[in-house]
């Protein structure tokens, strides 16, 4: 594809309570909102409750990611069951300006972090039908399409679909070196 993003460039930290009213804003955006389970607008006390108990709970693991030191979204992940080696993630780039490619060089940096860091072995993720995007984005990482759950979601008038995807440990380690050619420049 030839992109040209530096790794480097890119980089994962803890995500904190300082970080609520940025995530919220980002969080807010009808576009975001449209690719979540919960997507009624969020006040700040609900979201700072919610920061609370993400950032002080290990069955999820929230991070933002920053470009250039500067923060562009945030990937997450919860229902992180150590006995079954599994996790769920969660994603967005809040900063509509971000550099065209920011989701995938910020998941590539998220499932080394799921799988190296965390130790864990499965990484399941959700894209409701409407979000073709999110599915190509799945799909090119490596993720393997489990199962589509039939109309499961209510949105407006309609039910939409939504396609269950997982990404084991040992698939990531063969194909990580294909994926970082394919997203960063040798640079
Ligand atoms: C899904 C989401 C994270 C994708 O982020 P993004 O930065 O647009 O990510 P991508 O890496 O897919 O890049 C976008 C496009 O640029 C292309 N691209 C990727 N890297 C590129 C690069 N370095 N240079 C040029 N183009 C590039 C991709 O192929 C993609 O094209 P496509 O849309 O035709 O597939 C973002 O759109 C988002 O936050 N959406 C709302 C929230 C959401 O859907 N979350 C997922 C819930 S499951």
């Given at each position: 594809m030839g992109f040209d993003l530096r790794y480097g460039d890119f980089r994962l930290r803890p995500l904190t309570v300082a970080d609520a009213a940025m995530t919220m804003a980002w969080r807010n955006q009808p576009s975001i909102r449209a690719s979540m389970y919960t997507d009624h607008e969020i006040r700040l006390d609900e979201h700072t409750a919610w920061i609370g108990r993400a950032t002080s709970n290990d069955t999820c693991s929230y991070h933002i990611c920053e470009y250039r030191g500067r923060p562009i979204g945030s990937v997450g992940f919860y229902a992180i069951e150590r006995r079954h080696g599994r996790g769920e993630w969660t994603f967005y780039i809040g900063e509509p300006d971000a550099v065209r490619g920011s989701g995938g060089a910020m998941l590539f940096m998220a499932a080394d972090h799921f799988f190296d860091g965390l130790g864990l072995s499965k990484l399941c993720g959700d894209a409701i039908s409407s979000n073709p995007r999110s599915a190509r984005l799945h799909e090119n990482l490596g993720?393997?399409?489990?199962?589509v759950r039939l109309r499961h979601l209510r949105r407006g008038d309609e039910m939409l679909d939504v396609r269950l995807y997982a990404l084991f440990a040992d698939k990531w380690k063969s194909a990580r070196q294909q994926q970082f050619s394919t997203l960063f420049s040798a640079r």
């Open positions: 993720f393997e399409l489990e199962g």
